[in-house]
């Protein structure tokens, strides 16, 4: 199995300052799986068991692994951001009470950039043959802000990824070698707007069949 280094999720708990985070969740998977996947950041579920993944949303990733023979094990999964991103809310309980508690929400671009150093290291070590995105936030994070995972999603994009060359940077680099990247709809996508669950049942068939087609060599390193 695959894990950073301490001193790297260190670093990457050190750059997130004072941003409304908690927790820390590692990558998991095997050190050279033929697939990653790569997501947003983990949620409430997530933290208390520091597994990528395990929610509701998780429940559908793994229907999805396995229509195409995957099982958790196989692959390695990991998210742009690996701390909880929350915001305060209200919620009204049965009895009509109120009670503030912490949701989840999409991570800033500023703490994106501040966990690019984990993200990088795992795509130079774990050299995977195929990765694949889930929703906007992984899509965008390796390829930019100009993809969209509606208009690019079951398709087969072989192109450099985004990187920092410096920790210190505050704009991305890209890689020297191409990586072969096909986007989809995050999981938890379907409970949202049910209609996307074809698409993302037609996408997952795609790239199961990628990956039995896909026999390139391993890519360079950053």
Do not use: C
């Amino acid at each position: 199995m695959y894990r950073i280094s301490e001193e790297l999720a260190e670093l990457g708990r050190e750059r997130m300052g004072d941003a409304p985070v908690e927790g820390f969740v590692y990558g998991q998977g095997p050190e050279t799986p033929e697939l990653m996947l790569v997501g947003e950041a983990p949620g409430e579920f997530e933290l208390v068991d520091g597994i990528p993944f395990i929610g509701r949303a998780g429940k559908e990733l793994m229907k999805s692994l396995a229509s195409i023979g995957l099982r958790r094990e196989d692959v390695y999964i990991t998210s742009a951001v690996r701390s909880r991103p929350y915001r305060w809310g209200t919620k009204k309980e049965r009895d009509g009470t109120l009670t503030e508690r912490k949701y989840n929400r999409a991570p800033t671009a500023k703490e994106i950039l501040a966990h690019a150093p984990l993200l990088d290291a795992e795509m130079r070590d774990v050299r995977p043959k195929l990765i694949v995105t889930l929703g906007n936030i992984g899509l965008q994070r390796l390829l930019g802000k100009s993809y969209k995972v509606s208009d690019v999603h079951g398709q087969l994009i072989e192109a450099p990824v985004q990187y920092l060359a410096d920790p210190d940077d505050t704009l991305y680099s890209l890689t020297r070698d191409v990586r072969t990247i096909i986007p989809t709809f995050h999981p938890a996508s379907v409970f949202y707007n049910p209609s996307l669950r074809e698409k993302v049942e037609q996408d997952w068939l795609l790239i199961g069949r990628t990956l039995q087609e896909h026999t390139g060599d391993d890519p360079d390193i950053l």
